[in-house]
């Protein structure tokens, strides 16, 4: 969503503390995966900051508004990382 929509919509879905939340997530996400790929002991740590990161940039994407898409996908991943760091 952050280069295929927000560039291309650019304003606020643009601003700088919007995208890189939105590369943060997108980043956590794939480390998330990763570690629990490799079977790492971290994994619990790294997706509990993972569902904060997401439910961060859920709010974000709400406050923006047009990105219900992208609020549902960072919800759902936010609830399966609280439920992996269990």
């Given at each position: 969503?952050?280069?295929?929509?927000?560039?291309?919509?650019?304003?606020?879905?643009?601003?700088?503390?919007?995208?890189?939340?939105?590369?943060?997530?997108?980043?956590?996400?794939?480390?998330?995966?990763?570690?629990?790929?490799?079977?790492?002991?971290?994994?619990?740590?790294?997706?509990?900051?993972?569902?904060?990161?997401?439910?961060?940039?859920?709010r974000s994407?709400?406050?923006?508004?047009?990105m219900q898409?992208?609020?549902?996908?960072?919800?759902?991943?936010?609830?399966?990382?609280?439920?992996?760091?269990?």
């Amino acid at each position: 969503m952050a280069a295929s929509h927000c560039l291309e919509v650019s304003g606020q879905h643009a601003e700088p503390k919007h995208f890189r939340l939105m590369l943060a997530c997108a980043e956590i996400c794939q480390t998330s995966a990763n570690l629990m790929l490799m079977g790492s002991d971290y994994h619990k740590r790294i997706c509990a900051i993972c569902a904060e990161i997401c439910e961060a940039c859920a709010r974000s994407c709400e406050e923006i508004g047009d990105m219900q898409d992208c609020v549902d996908a960072c919800r759902r991943c936010a609830e399966s990382c609280r439920r992996m760091a269990a």
